[in-house]
C-alpha cells in the first residue's frame, strides 16, 4: 500500500450514499442540499446523522427550526442534484432552477422532490462541529419509501451520480 489522501480514498470506496437535505426557508418554500455522507445511527429508537460544510444555508436553516427531511433522490434528477451542490439557497429557489418538482409530505411544511426513492422526516436532536463541517443527529419521526425511484450513489469521489447497478 502507499500513502494517499483523504479524497483519493473516497474514490476508492465509492460508490457512496448521496442525498437531498430538505429545509424550510424563511418564506416557506423548500430549501435543497446536496449532501455526500448520511448514515444510520440507530433503528430504536430511530436516529441518523449527516454532515454539512458549516457554511450552508440549509445547516443555518435546520438549526434554526429544528426540521430537516433528508432524500435519497431518484435517478431522473441527478443533473439537479449535482447542481444542488454547487448552488446556494440563501438567495436562489434551487428547485425552480433544476427543475426539480416536488411533493407534500404528510405532516410536514416541508416538501421533497417527487423522484425521490426514500424521504424520512427529521427533528435535529443535535450538532455538533467537527473540522470544517457540522455533525447533524437526528431523531426519526417518519419514513417514506417508493421503490419504483432508482437511488443515486456518489461515484468517483463525488464527481459523478449514477444508480449502483
Known sequence: MQKISL????????P???SLVCTQKPDGSTNLA??????YLSYNPGMIAYAMAKTSYSGERVRENKKVILTIP???IAGAVMGCGSTTGRDTDKAAKFGVELADVEGSEIK???HSC????????E????????LYICNVERVYGNEAEEALFAWNGYAQLRPAR
Request: glycine share 6%; charged share 15%.
Open 7 to 14: 479524497p483519493q480514498a473516497s474514490r476508492l470506496t465509492s
Open 16 to 18: 457512496n450514499p448521496v
Open 34 to 39: 446536496t449532501v455526500s455522507w448520511w448514515t
Open 74 to 76: 431518484g435517478a431522473e
Open 112 to 114: 421533497i422532490p417527487v
Open 118 to 125: 426514500a424521504a424520512i422526516v427529521c427533528r435535529l436532536q
Open 127 to 134: 450538532y455538533h462541529e467537527v473540522g470544517d463541517h457540522y
